[in-house]
């Protein structure tokens, strides 16, 4: 059963809690692993050829132009779908509907994607404390801990803090974004020569993950990477 032949979201906690066990969050078809069959598929992909650093597409997979012109603090980016919909009602039911299991299930998608690969840790994207407060999970986190378990990686959520807040870069132009991430991150530890993966849970125009790459290469990172569940693509 497909969402889009379907046409169900039930991805509000209200709604995924009055769902029976085993259903579809998407389409409630009973039996599903959260998702079923005809919803995975429906999940939206990313481009076969995509930048290696920052996954926005291009004809050959080659660097873009904006990597080449201006590249980010981070060296690779892997990510698992477009976003768009319905991959984006599942981000929203774990970010604010504290949907948990979507975490589960997000980061067994990102290990098997980063099988292979190595990393000294896991580092997932920090949130401020208040707002860490206030949504009372980092989902960035909750994923990472599923990476770092299937990877056998450790999972670093002492090195790196959101010091200050800053405002949601979702209501911001592209333009101000990185300006408004500018030292929002301080790292306490020396990670002399270690190549990290830094995970969180969608991309837009990479400037948040940048600047939190910058910062944990001015304290010794020889190689950061980035791994998120989704990328927003410019066009």
Request: proline content about 6%; glycine content about 10%; charged content about 25%.
């Amino acid at each position: 059963m497909s969402i889009l032949t379907q046409g169900l979201v039930r991805l509000c906690r209200k709604a995924v809690g009055a769902a029976l066990p085993n259903s579809c969050l998407l389409c409630g078809a009973d039996g599903a692993d959260l998702l079923c069959a005809g919803c995975r598929a429906d999940l939206p992909p990313l481009p076969s050829g995509r930048c290696p650093r920052c996954c926005e597409p291009t004809s050959g997979g080659e660097h873009c132009g904006r990597c080449l012109a201006e590249p980010p603090h981070f060296d690779a980016a892997t990510a698992l779908y477009r976003y768009d919909f319905p991959l984006d009602r599942l981000v929203h039911g774990l970010k604010y509907g504290g949907q948990l299991s979507l975490a589960q299930w997000f980061g067994e998608r990102l290990a098997e994607a980063l099988a292979g690969r190595h990393f000294d840790s896991i580092i997932p994207l920090p949130l401020h404390p208040s707002r860490l407060r206030e949504r009372g999970f980092n989902q960035s986190g909750e994923i990472a801990r599923v990476v770092g378990r299937r990877l056998g990686l450790a999972v670093d959520i002492e090195s790196c803090r959101r010091w200050r807040p800053n405002a949601p870069q979702a209501e911001l132009p592209l333009s101000r974004r990185a300006a408004n991430v500018r030292g929002v991150f301080e790292c306490v530890s020396d990670l002399g020569g270690r190549q990290v993966l830094v995970i969180d849970d969608v991309m837009t125009s990479g400037a948040t993950l940048s600047e939190c790459a910058r910062t944990l290469k001015l304290h010794g990172a020889a190689r950061v990477e980035v791994a998120v569940v989704a990328r927003a693509l410019r066009n």
